[in-house]
């Protein structure tokens, strides 16, 4: 969906509301955007070709192709992302979070020059909520103390320091857990599962982007949501929910596009392979979007901070000659994110991927790795 921009001259009234500026200064410029339920306004910068585009991760987005102004909305309570930085598609980026009784506006601009910098940032400190209390706050736990719920502080893992205090399972406070089973997929690029729920209480584990994950509970306050899950395996085990997805991470739900050009690589003791792809941004990928980076001719590492193994790069050619080849049949991973071809070798009888690595035929229609992978045969 797209939504073109009003043109007018027309500034809304400042209102007054409990607010944690991370910028200041005021803006006049011509292109007011309200967004699609009337609840907020910004002013845009007087630059053609601002368009409201579809991006699932946010509430709203808005792009005139180089530079980017997004829009989030949360109830006052929720976990908050991490504070966003610059990265190689942005030089300068900035951020302002407006917080009211009931929830928590993040508004954040980012410019790939320098020179449309400050018509950014005057942008985002334009935002004006025209419409209170759309959301209602996430209820506080407490011990003897009353009132609202405050905006969260972001931290760096995917995570949000929250001033409520939350009891364990055992507690009589009016957290219940709910039982539930479902699969899940973790979406930041690392989440740390706690043994309460509670961010300050202890880490047990920390999970990779594209982790999947049994959940089997929901964390509920007065039989409301908390935005807390328990993992399937033990009773110390939660994380926060707005970091799982029902669906498969893969590098195309990110909103990465990827090429055909492919390398393989395994990790320095042979135990793990994977491919990675160049996508357009000219960064390299696996199939769920983690980012892979070269530190040498033949060595890569994964950016994700809890896969941080070293992998070294295998030349493209398969190891064995044509001679050799008896027959091949391509295969695909449990999640259908990877396939890849097989060769026979008539001479020792193995089946052999391009890279060199065994698996064996299970006879049923599926092949299962050095790992311990299982892949299944695709038609």
Not at 69 to 92: C, K, M, W
Not at 322 to 329: E, I, K, L, N
Request: net charge negative; proline share 2%; charged share 20%.
């Amino acid at each position: 969906m797209r939504k073109k921009m009003n043109r007018n001259h027309c500034l809304l009234a400042t209102c007054s509301l409990a607010t944690v500026l991370f910028l200041s200064g005021t803006s006049a410029f011509a292109q007011d955007f309200t967004t699609d339920d009337s609840v907020m306004t910004l002013t845009l910068p007087d630059k053609e070709g601002w368009e409201q585009v579809e991006d699932s991760h946010t509430w709203m987005t808005l792009s005139n192709g180089t530079d980017r102004i997004t829009l989030l909305h949360y109830r006052n309570g929720e976990p908050l992302p991490a504070i966003t930085v610059a990265d190689q598609n942005f030089s300068r980026t900035c951020q302002s979070i407006l917080s009211t009784r009931n929830e928590v506006f993040i508004i954040t601009g980012s410019a790939a020059k320098d020179v449309d910098f400050d018509e950014i940032e005057k942008a985002v400190q334009s935002a004006v909520i025209n419409q209170y209390d759309t959301k209602t706050a996430v209820p506080v736990a407490s011990s003897g103390t009353s009132g609202s719920s405050s905006a969260n502080t972001s931290t760096a893992s995917g995570e949000s320091e929250s001033s409520d205090t939350t009891g364990t399972e055992s507690d009589t406070s009016g957290y219940t857990i709910k039982d539930t089973s479902f699969t899940g997929w973790v979406t930041a690029s690392s989440l740390n599962v706690h043994r309460t729920y509670d961010t300050s209480s202890t880490v047990e584990q920390t999970l990779a982007q594209g982790s999947e994950i049994t959940i089997d509970g929901i964390v509920q306050y007065n039989g409301v949501d908390t935005g807390w899950y328990r993992l399937h395996g033990g009773s110390c085990g939660y994380l926060l929910a707005d970091y799982v997805s029902t669906t498969p991470i893969t590098a195309e739900t990110l909103g990465i596009t990827l090429t055909d050009e492919r390398h393989t690589l395994r990790t320095y003791d042979d135990s793990q392979r994977t491919y990675i792809w160049k996508a357009t941004d000219g960064n390299w990928y696996d199939g769920s979007g983690q980012q892979y980076v070269p530190i040498s001719d033949t060595d890569w590492i994964c950016k994700a901070s809890s896969s941080s193994s070293n992998w070294t790069l295998i030349p493209d050619d398969s190891s064995l000659s044509d001679s050799q080849v008896s027959s091949t049949v391509t295969i695909s991973d449990e999640d259908g994110l990877n396939t890849q071809t097989l060769y026979h070798d008539s001479a020792t009888g193995n089946w052999y991927n391009i890279a060199g690595g065994i698996y064996t035929d299970n006879g049923d229609g599926t092949f299962t790795g050095s790992d311990g992978a299982i892949w299944t045969v695709t038609p």
